[in-house]
């Protein structure tokens, strides 16, 4: 394709070629090095325009030549930075960034969201319609004697505290973790003290317990409550000490757990699960005059759904 179009002594000169823009693949604007190089071809096409206007040949001919190198130049550009995003592989936000510049990824416009003053009531009463009959207080004794209180040290908590993804958005108590990842040894040790009081006496602060719900759209047109996805936006010291605690409750679980469950265990998927299906489905179909029916149960808000005397209960006697 000739980006300038096609060159015919007779009628150039009448009729001003057409740049052809592309339209796949790539955006159809590639910028190149930014309002440098596009000032630098809005120059040669300004020297291409004159040049034709004043009915020089050769210089028309070598102001077009050269707005056709400076367009390969910019597309050349364009195209090795968007190569840049995969060249590591480490960083994912830029290889996602460089697939959607390659394949002009636009999201759909969402529909208007209700912004009526009685939404947030009607979402409330909506998520808590679990625990609205839950009478029952839940009560969460002490450790027995038998039991060791974990105890977090200075290191562990400052490399919990390092770790902190900064682009993570903050709770309702408005810290931000850019402020906990670069301030980490210098908080390292007060924390430290924090999580370690809180575990020594079985009280979580009120402040960790508390979190900001956040209403997404799980689709583009909403038309229930239910269309709505609740996402808590709990505090970032309090998502530090489920990490710092979680290591110590995977050691506690026996491991003679169900061989087939794949949720929430280590070095597992759901992908294995479907491999465990279909190898149990079709070594059971090499037998002779059988056939398989497979039932598949979602069960609507089963987190939500949980008892929590019975959740601690069943810890309980796992030890």
Not at 24 to 53: I, L
Not at 144 to 149: A, D, E, Q, R, V
Not at 199 to 207: D, G, Q, Y
Not at 263 to 283: F, G, P
């Amino acid at each position: 394709m000739n980006i300038g179009g096609t060159y015919h002594p007779s009628t150039d000169f009448i009729i001003p070629p057409e740049i052809i823009r592309p339209t796949y693949g790539t955006p159809a604007k590639p910028a190149g090095e930014g309002d440098v190089t596009s000032g630098r071809r809005r120059g040669k096409r300004a020297a291409r325009d004159g040049a034709y206007r004043s009915g020089d040949s050769e210089e028309y001919s070598r102001a077009r030549s050269a707005l056709r190198k400076g367009i390969k130049a910019a597309k050349g550009a364009y195209k090795r930075r968007i190569e840049a995003h995969f060249d590591t592989s480490a960083n994912s936000r830029e290889v996602w960034q460089g697939i959607r510049a390659l394949t002009d990824y636009r999201r759909a416009p969402s529909s208007p969201v209700n912004c009526s003053s009685t939404l947030a009531d009607e979402l409330n009463l909506f998520y808590a319609r679990f625990d609205r009959d839950n009478k029952e207080a839940v009560s969460s004794p002490l450790p027995s004697g038998g039991s060791t209180t974990p105890i977090l040290d200075l290191h562990q908590v400052r490399l919990c505290l390092r770790n902190i993804n900064p682009r993570k958005a903050a709770g309702p108590d408005g810290v931000l973790g850019r402020v906990l990842k670069d301030c980490a040894d210098e908080l390292a040790e007060v924390f430290t003290n924090i999580f370690n009081l809180s575990l020594s006496t079985s009280w979580v602060p009120t402040c960790f317990k508390a979190a900001t719900i956040i209403p997404v759209p799980k689709q583009t047109n909403v038309t229930c409550l239910n269309d709505y996805r609740p996402v808590a936006l709990t505090p970032i010291p309090a998502k530090c000490l489920e990490r710092l605690v979680i290591k110590h409750i995977k050691e506690a679980i026996p491991s003679a757990l169900d061989q087939y469950q794949f949720a929430y265990r280590e070095n597992r998927s759901t992908e294995d699960a479907v491999a465990i299906v279909i190898h149990t489905l079709l070594e059971h179909l090499e037998h002779k005059n059988t056939y398989a029916r497979l039932l598949f149960v979602d069960f609507s808000s089963a987190f939500n759904t949980i008892l929590p005397n019975i959740l601690l209960q069943k810890l309980s006697n796992l030890g």
